[in-house]
């Protein structure tokens, strides 16, 4: 009965601890195998919550982060990231998915890049450093990518060239990526108002003219962006 039992209490240790590897390619569009794959991540749900690991195709560790709720992609705790030598590239100390405190970022030869201080998710300082260790004017880790003009000429452009195919109100919520030329791509209706009216907002982004694109420490990145578009009549 003992041997039953503690057989029993080594399946469920091996299955709360299990892994499985997930596919990515390079932009972090899934896979389902490993063909044609850049990255892939593996998945430990512990007690408190899951571990993500995230690795080079070969194997090098990428980044590893620890959700307290992974559904919602709720962050806790250490968050750290890794050149492709293998050398840390970041770290960062998240609660409930803001950071916090002291968050550094490092040259691939080990020299440090950037320490900056975060309360409450909110940035209050920071330095930047050349590859020599001199300090430089600083500049922030991301910058978001940008409708030609600013936000408020990007509500112009919409409100100007949205042609609404039915009289449904109300808010639609548009995900999508903005490419490294400016065009826009991937999108995702994260609010709907209903099918019609949610094609006729990805219309007017399609045709829009490009955005300037983000950048991630100090380079150009594609950055994914959500944005709200509210529909009423007067």
């Not at 039953?4 to 299990?18: A, D, H, K, N």
């Not at 691939?108 to 940035?123: D, M, S, V």
Request: charged share 25%; net charge positive; proline share 3%.
């Amino acid at each position: 009965m003992k041997k039953s039992v503690l057989f029993f209490l080594f399946l469920i240790s091996s299955t709360f601890y299990s892994q499985e590897k997930v596919y990515f390619t390079e932009d972090f569009k899934e896979l389902p195998t490993a063909e044609k794959a850049v990255y892939y991540s593996t998945y430990e749900e512990l007690e408190k919550g899951t571990q993500r690991t995230t690795y080079f195709i070969d194997g090098t560790k990428r980044n590893s982060d620890f959700f307290s709720n992974y559904r919602k992609r709720v962050k806790e705790g250490s968050s750290i990231e890794w050149h492709k030598n293998g050398n840390k590239a970041r770290d960062l100390f998240y609660i409930k998915n803001k950071i916090e405190g002291v968050s550094n970022s490092y040259y691939e030869n080990g020299q440090i890049k950037r320490t900056e201080h975060f309360k409450n998710g909110l940035f209050v300082s920071g330095k930047c450093f050349d590859e020599n260790g001199s300090e430089i004017a600083y500049f922030p880790y991301q910058k978001d990518p940008e409708f030609p003009g600013g936000i408020k000429l990007f509500y112009v452009y919409v409100a100007k060239n949205f042609k609404a195919p039915n009289s449904g109100q109300g808010q639609i919520v548009i995900g999508f990526s903005v490419e490294l030329d400016g065009t826009l791509n991937h999108f995702e209706v994260i609010k709907s108002i209903n099918k019609e009216m949610d094609l006729a907002a990805i219309k007017v982004l399609v045709n829009g003219p490009k955005w300037t694109p983000g950048q991630i420490d100090g380079k150009d990145a594609v950055v994914k962006l959500k944005i709200p578009i509210t529909i009423k009549y007067n």
